[in-house]
C-alpha cells in the first residue's frame, strides 16, 4: 500500500544531542515538505524538495537540514537539539503538478 | 501573497448539532481550496476540495463551496459526531515552481464534539 511513514512517532532526548527525523514514501512522489507544527496547531513549512538533490528552505528559518539522496527518503537532521526545537514535526509529499500534499503521522520531539 | 483566515477555536458542539467553520482568503485568480483534517496524534488528511468557483467539495458528510464573490470556503456538517473531534485547516495552494505547490494554511480550528 502507497503510504508515506515517519519515525520515530515519538522521541524524548536531552540537548545537545544530535537527531535525525526519518520520512520515507512509497508513493513515488518527485516533491517532499517538512513542517513544525507549534502548540497553538499552526503549520509552518521549514523545509522543501522538488526532487533528488534537491533542498530549499521554507518560510520559517530553522536550525535543521534536510537531504534527498532518494526519491523516497527525506531525513530532517538537529546537529544539536535545544529545548527551543522541541515541537511536532510533519513530512508530507506531492506529485509534480498535483496541488494535494500527503502527510505522514508525525513525529512528536520533546528537548529536555 | 496568498493568506488563508480561519475562524478561531476552539468550538465545542454537543453530538448531532450543526457544525460551520470558517475559512476565508486572499489570492490571485482562483485557485483550488482545501479542508484538511487532523485526528488526535496523526498528520493531516485530506477531506475534501474544490478545484473552481461555485464547485462544492464533499466526503464524510461534510461540504464546503468555493464562493469567489466572498472569497469563502466554509466547511459545514449537518450533525457532528464524537469522532469527528479534530482539528481542522483550510488551506490554498500556489504554483512555487518546478510543478511544485506549496500550501497556505490557515490556523487550525479545534473541534470537540460531546456525548
Known amino acids: 500500500e502507497a503510504d508515506i511513514y515517519q519515525t520515530p512517532r515519538y522521541l524524548v532526548i536531552g540537548t545537545g544531542k544530535k537527531i535525525t527525523l526519518e520520512c520515507s514514501q512509497t508513493m513515488g512522489h518527485d516533491k517532499m515538505y517538512w513542517y513544525q507544527q507549534d502548540p497553538g496547531m499552526e503549520l509552518h513549512l521549514i523545509h522543501y524538495?522538488?526532487?533528488?538533490?534537491?533542498?530549499e528552505k521554507g518560510d520559517l528559518s530553522s536550525e535543521s537540514t534536510v537531504s534527498r539522496i532518494r526519491t523516497e527518503h527525506f531525513p530532517l537532521t538537529l546537529e544539536s537539539a535545544r529545548p527551543s526545537h522541541t515541537s511536532q514535526y510533519l513530512c508530507?509529499?506531492?506529485?509534480?503538478?498535483?496541488?494535494?500534499?500527503?502527510f505522514g503521522p508525525g513525529t512528536r520531539l520533546t528537548v529536555t | 501573497g496568498n493568506s488563508v483566515t480561519q475562524m478561531e477555536g476552539p468550538v465545542t458542539l454537543s453530538e448531532e448539532a450543526f457544525l460551520t467553520i470558517n475559512c476565508t482568503y486572499t489570492?490571485?485568480?482562483?485557485?483550488?481550496l482545501f479542508w484538511y483534517v487532523q485526528y488526535p496524534g496523526e498528520g493531516l488528511q485530506l477531506l475534501l476540495k474544490a478545484t473552481k468557483a461555485d464547485d462544492k467539495g464533499s466526503n464524510k458528510g461534510f461540504e464546503a463551496t468555493y464562493r469567489k464573490e466572498t472569497t469563502s470556503f466554509h466547511l459545514e456538517k449537518g450533525s457532528v459526531q464524537v469522532s469527528d473531534s479534530a482539528v481542522y485547516f483550510c488551506a490554498l495552494p500556489a504554483y512555487s515552481g518546478a510543478g511544485s505547490y506549496q500550501l497556505t494554511f490557515g490556523k487550525g480550528t479545534k473541534l470537540s464534539v460531546i456525548p
Open positions: 489570492a490571485t485568480g482562483y485557485p483550488s
Open positions: 524538495s522538488y526532487g533528488v538533490n534537491s533542498t
Open positions: 508530507a509529499s506531492g506529485q509534480t503538478g498535483e496541488r494535494e500534499q500527503y
